[in-house]
């Protein structure tokens, strides 16, 4: 077997561009579900009142409902004296107001005399404290357009306006397939044994289902396939009919044992092998069969940014959908931050504030070490014609936590000790709005 070489390398909007056009591939069915059970799901049609909401008039407040023209002149030199069960009604706010009348009066404002009169001390206007029919919805009208996503705000609309089911979008089924010989399933690790395990934990296909998860798919994970090609390819065949996106981990840099490209190209097509992004340069993209296929790299952090720069893209686009930007701030660099000429780098950060300025400093670079994403508190995006970001040079970052908890958090620069994460715990257990972040 050759080594694989990036024969189609490509820029990370050039790679945008085809990971845009291979998302056309994606046809998703529609589903009738209950509205109680829509909630972000994708609406495949517009959807229109089949009811007023209300339904009728009805009260907007508890009270009494009356005529108002019965009320006018009452005044509190001059007030104004109403038969119960004749000029006025108890009302309870949501119930319709009986035939004929057409104003409610506040129990506040009423004085009740004995069990058959009430006194009035000022008079009412008509629909006074009435909701009127349609007030909210009108039979007819358009509640939710088509490609919609449903917000437990909408959940109460459509139910409104007198609907119980509703036509969506089936979720995109993504299959993720992890190879590597030396993988080991999680449930394989002894945790109780002394001796180290003889192989690397795969969690990459777990951090990609939840990530699908969140993005509105349905993630189907298979299980580990060694770094045989013969079964790499009988795992793809057997399982790409029921997805609609693959993605195949690792096996698409340049090894020995990396048969990702030829395995597509023999039953499809390799559009991308390559990008100059940093991390996630092995990626590829592609078409099996027809099924557009992503080869994510093996490192996690490469898999975490080839996703979220080019699986939820896709993802999006097939629900039609606007892909969701995270919040940004300037923050200054501590420190010079050198950066390869002719890469994009996605650059993981932790941001503090020194007086009235917010500063950012890197964490660790490396494609492998997942907790520089789990302790960032943003990203930088350095761009292929920069060599790196000055000191002091104020830059734009991506914000993976919120503002308020980066805003609440001490950070300790230096030397890391143990101690310091104890006392981390022990602050945000007994003062949870304040952090203590501490790394090298």
């Known amino acids: 077997m050759k080594r694989s070489i990036y024969l189609k390398k490509k820029s990370l909007e050039e790679a945008r561009k085809v990971a845009s056009e291979i998302a056309s591939l994606i046809h998703l069915e529609e589903e009738v579900i209950p509205v109680i059970h829509s909630q972000g799901r994708i609406t495949a049609e517009p959807i229109f009142a089949r009811i007023s909401s209300p339904p009728f008039h009805c009260a907007a407040m508890d009270g009494i409902v009356v005529k108002a023209e019965t009320t006018y002149g009452a005044t509190e030199e001059s007030p104004k004296s109403l038969r119960i069960g004749k000029d006025a009604f108890f009302i309870n706010t949501g119930n319709p107001i009986p035939q004929g009348m057409d104003s409610v009066i506040m129990i506040e404002d009423v004085h009740l005399v004995d069990a058959e009169q009430a006194e009035i001390r000022e008079a009412a206007y008509p629909w006074q404290h009435v909701r009127a029919i349609g007030e909210d919805i009108i039979a007819t009208e358009m509640v939710l357009p088509e490609n919609h996503k449903i917000t437990p705000y909408d959940l109460g609309a459509l139910l409104a306006s007198g609907h119980r089911e509703v036509r969506v979008k089936k979720k995109p089924k993504v299959l993720i397939l992890p190879t590597g010989s030396e993988l080991l399933e999680p449930q394989e690790i002894d945790t109780n044994r002394s001796n180290s395990p003889t192989g690397i934990i795969e969690s990459n296909s777990y951090v990609l289902s939840g990530l699908v998860s969140e993005d509105n798919g349905i993630p189907i994970r298979h299980s580990i396939v060694k770094d045989d090609r013969i079964k790499i390819e009988e795992?793809?065949?057997?399982?790409?009919?029921?997805?609609d996106l693959i993605l195949i981990i690792a096996g698409s840099s340049a090894g020995s044992e990396d048969y990702t490209r030829s395995i597509i190209e023999e039953s499809?097509?390799?559009?991308?092998?390559?990008?100059?992004?940093?991390?996630?340069?092995?990626?590829?993209?592609?078409?099996?069969?027809?099924?557009?296929?992503?080869?994510?790299?093996?490192?996690?952090?490469?898999?975490?940014?080839?996703?979220?720069?080019?699986v939820r893209p896709i993802l999006y686009q097939s629900l039609h959908l606007t892909n969701p930007e995270r919040p940004k701030i300037k923050a200054f660099p501590a420190r010079k931050i050198p950066s390869k000429l002719g890469t994009e780098e996605f650059l993981r950060v932790k941001v503090g504030k020194v007086g009235e300025k917010l500063f950012t400093t890197p964490l660790s670079r490396g494609s492998g070490?997942?907790?520089?994403?789990?302790?960032?508190?943003?990203?930088?995006?350095?761009?292929?014609?920069?060599?790196?970001?000055?000191?002091?040079?104020?830059?734009?970052?991506?914000?993976?936590?919120?503002?308020?908890?980066?805003?609440?958090?001490?950070?300790?620069?230096?030397?890391?000790?143990?101690?310091?994460?104890?006392?981390?715990?022990?602050?945000?257990?007994?003062?949870?709005?304040?952090f203590l972040s501490s790394h090298p």
Not at 235 to 243: M, P, Q, R, T
Not at 275 to 300: A, C, E, Q
Not at 387 to 408: D, W
């Open 369 to 434: 070490i997942i907790t520089s994403l789990t302790r960032a508190d943003g990203m930088i995006r350095i761009p292929a014609l920069s060599e790196g970001l000055a000191e002091n040079e104020e830059t734009e970052i991506e914000l993976l936590k919120p503002l308020e908890e980066i805003l609440n958090t001490v950070v300790m620069v230096g030397s890391h000790d143990l101690s310091l994460d104890i006392l981390a715990n022990q602050l945000q257990r007994c003062y949870p709005p304040l």
């Open 235 to 243: 795992a793809l065949l057997s399982s790409y009919k029921e997805a």
């Open 268 to 310: 499809g097509e390799v559009l991308v092998h390559g990008i100059s992004m940093m991390p996630g340069k092995p990626t590829l993209i592609g078409r099996f069969k027809d099924r557009p296929i992503i080869g994510i790299p093996g490192y996690p952090v490469s898999a975490i940014i080839a996703y979220e720069k080019l």
